[in-house]
């Protein structure tokens, strides 16, 4: 599984913190979330124009990983692409690298 991350998971000591990993366990390249906006340092929202969410993508996560950081997030795994009970919700996106290859990923969206 790979995530894409726009705030404070960006953080790599943050992120292994969060996850438990040791520090470099992570593959993690720049990336952007193509017709995205940002609308704060917490909250981006989908667009129709040409703008994109700059980021990075975290490769190879597993399920303890993403399980670790869904409740990080406040994101109910049972149901994270819509549970409106979730501070962010959880989707697969199509997100570019810095190196112009496509990747799908999960990426959390804020629900307020």
């Not at 040409?50 to 149901?79: M, Q, W």
């Amino acid at each position: 599984m790979h995530l894409f991350v726009y705030g404070t998971l960006t953080d790599e000591v943050f992120l292994h913190r969060v996850t438990k990993r040791p520090f470099g366990h992570f593959q993690i390249i720049e990336a952007k979330l193509p017709e995205y906006k940002r609308d704060s340092s917490i909250k981006i929202s989908k667009c129709d124009h040409d703008s994109a969410v700059n980021g990075r993508l975290i490769l190879n996560l597993d399920k303890n990983d993403l399980d670790l950081l869904d409740y990080y997030e406040s994101c109910n795994t049972n149901n994270a692409e819509s549970d409106q009970n979730n501070w962010y919700n959880r989707k697969i996106v199509s997100v570019i690298t810095s190196d112009n290859k496509t990747f799908n990923a999960y990426v959390y969206i804020p629900n307020f």
